[in-house]
């Protein structure tokens, strides 16, 4: 698999709200190219929130996301931003269950007009990535979660990205899964070179990244509410 260069993610003054509930309050931070940041904070924070809107899934209601620069909202391309900038993981791994594993990982490469047998082999040669060359064609209830789970990253990395978006991805996985998902990906950002964002409400994730940020009822908590203002 090539090294993607790192995406840049601003968030600038970014607000949401769900009806009378204020999720995000003008929210801005900058990562750079390659760094790993790990979003921390209770539940109901924002924290998930705010991942769905720098990947393109939820439009903000003020404010900007921009993705090397490019305002992913005013351009009206939410979409091709995720198929050709960003991966997800997801804390539940939705997997097919009707498809093998090397098939889960090929889906997004369809819509991608990827052609069958590059599919296949970029398929087998990620699934091989994450320690799961053997299970390429076992069903997902073949698999247990912790594999399931890299099926996931498997499928994340399918296309590429340079922004690699985790939320929280341990969070139905036992201590000892869960600190083999993170070192996976680790690991793969140290190699491949991505930026990467994880969610978790463990502030000890913390430990593997370049640096935590906090959020406490929607913004910024504290000094970095001033130290990551663009």
Not at 133 to 150: I, K, N
Not at 155 to 176: F, I, K, M, Q, Y
Not at 223 to 228: D, I, K, P, T
Request: proline content about 4%; cysteine-free; aromatic content about 4%.
């Amino acid at each position: 698999m090539n090294a993607p260069a790192g995406a840049e993610v601003i968030v600038d003054g970014v607000s949401k709200s769900f009806g009378r509930i204020s999720a995000l309050r003008e929210v801005s931070l900058r990562v750079a190219p390659r760094e790993a940041v790990v979003i921390t904070g209770r539940s109901g924070s924002g924290k998930s929130t705010l991942l769905a809107m720098i990947g393109g899934l939820e439009q903000p209601d003020a404010g900007e996301v921009l993705i090397d620069r490019r305002p992913i909202w005013r351009s009206g391309q939410p979409a091709l931003a995720r198929r050709e900038v960003v991966g997800f993981v997801f804390q539940r791994h939705l997997l097919l269950g009707a498809l093998s594993a090397r098939a889960n990982v090929e889906v997004p490469l369809i819509g991608a007009r990827v052609h069958r047998r590059e599919r296949r082999e970029r398929a087998l040669a990620l699934l091989d990535e994450v320690g799961l060359a053997d299970r390429a064609e076992h069903l997902p209830s073949e698999l247990s979660g912790g594999e399931s789970q890299r099926v996931a990253v498997a499928r994340a990395l399918a296309n590429e990205p340079r922004l690699l978006l985790a939320d929280e991805p341990t969070g139905a996985l036992d201590s000892v899964t869960s600190e083999r998902v993170l070192d996976l990906l680790f690991r793969l950002r140290d190699r491949l070179g991505m930026t990467l964002l994880v969610v978790s409400y463990d502030r000890s994730v913390g430990v593997r990244a370049d640096r935590t940020i906090t959020l406490v009822d929607g913004t910024l908590e504290g000094a970095e509410a001033a130290l990551f203002q663009r």
